[in-house]
């Protein structure tokens, strides 16, 4: 079995974590989180793909779910988790990412409390270099680097966002955090990755998500519940509140 091959199976395997989360946000009933992508080598396709693909049979809630998958930083089996839709053009996602997300991680996902979950919300009619971006960032986790290309992209974001073609900046961003770059390069030039990040979108779309970056909050017990800002005191007091709540509150 090929690194990449038991990558894909842990990943698979840490889906199903997420079961009872999506089942208490009243996705789907039954759920199978899988990992599909592509294999197409970059000499198939002319450009890559920078923008929403059609997902076949997304109009049907297992199979959405089923094709959507997040990344998690955390401990798998933490009660508490938080989940942000993202999108890496986004000036507000920047802030909460460089500023933002560290509280968190170190008052919430470090000390075991909580995991959190990114998932993929590129707002392509405001942010046409974020579907991109996105599938980008899906090429480093396929060198199992995910979060570094994830701070480098919002460190960098200012420069990136501008670009009429960003993607000779993904690639140096590719080499700054060390992932080979020819096999980044020939994943960023095709189409692989495109309907994940688009069943991830669509997944948001169904759920409500109408901006970002969107935090939404489960606790076992209480429910999942959106927090009314992206802010860390936001954040903390909607985990306190539901805390000390009792019942389901989704």
């Given at each position: 079995m090929s690194r990449a091959e038991e990558r894909r199976e842990a990943r698979q395997a840490g889906g199903s974590d997420m079961t009872k989360f999506y089942m208490l946000f009243g996705a789907v009933a039954v759920i199978g989180v899988g990992v599909v992508g592509y294999n197409v080598s970059?000499?198939?396709?002319?450009?890559?793909?920078?923008?929403?693909?059609?997902v076949e049979g997304v109009d049907d809630p297992a199979r959405l779910v089923e094709l959507a998958r997040g990344v998690t930083k955390g401990q798998e089996g933490a009660a508490i988790t938080i989940v942000e839709f993202g999108d890496f053009q986004c000036p507000s996602c920047g802030v909460f990412s460089q500023q933002v997300k560290p509280q968190m991680e170190l008052s919430f996902v470090e000390t075991g409390?909580?995991?959190?979950?990114?998932?993929?919300?590129?707002?392509?009619?405001?942010?046409?270099n974020a579907f991109l971006a996105a599938r980008a960032a899906r090429c480093a986790e396929d060198q199992d680097m995910f979060w570094e290309y994830h701070d480098e992209l919002f460190r960098n974001?200012?420069?990136?966002?501008a670009q009429p073609s960003p993607g000779g900046s993904f690639s140096d961003y590719a080499g700054t955090v060390g992932l080979d770059k020819g096999d980044f390069n020939s994943c960023l030039n095709s189409d692989r990755h495109a309907e994940l990040v688009s069943a991830n979108l669509q997944l948001g779309q169904v759920m409500g998500v109408t901006g970002t970056p969107t935090i939404l909050v489960n606790v076992p017990g209480k429910g999942t519940r959106r927090?009314?800002?992206?802010?860390?005191?936001?954040?903390?007091a909607t985990i306190e509140a539901m805390q000390s709540e009792g019942g389901e509150s989704n």
């Open positions: 970059s000499g198939m396709l002319g450009d890559a793909v920078s923008a929403p693909v059609a409390q909580a995991k959190f979950v990114f998932y993929d919300y590129p707002l392509v009619s405001i942010h046409p974001q200012s420069r990136w966002s927090a009314p800002g992206f802010d860390f005191q936001s954040i903390a």
